[in-house]
């Protein structure tokens, strides 16, 4: 079951195709858009992820931040 914070998440990663989300960016996001969650977000994507509706895809770079995207399922949610 999704909760209120993670269909924000959601929306949010929706939002724009553009960016690599990353934990970092989504939360900074979030904190300027005054969503709750923040602080919280790699558990809140983790569970979406196991939910099957948000991917985490492997950035390949040295920060080690993978990034986050909306999973096809989740399209249909």
């Known amino acids: 079951m999704v909760n209120h914070t993670e269909l924000n998440i959601l929306k949010l990663l ?5 960016v690599n989300w ?5 939360d ?5 858009k005054k969503m709750d969650g ?14 099957g509706l948000v991917d985490i895809v492997p950035s390949g ?3 080690g931040m993978d990034y986050y ?3 096809a399922q989740a399209t249909s949610y």
């Open 22 to 26: 990353t934990w970092y960016n989504l």
């Open 61 to 63: 770079t040295s920060s």
């Open 38 to 51: 923040i602080d919280n977000v790699a558990r809140l994507v983790e569970n979406l992820s196991k939910a």
């Open 69 to 71: 995207c909306v999973s």
């Open 14 to 18: 929706a939002s724009r195709d553009d």
């Open 28 to 32: 900074r996001a979030m904190s300027i």
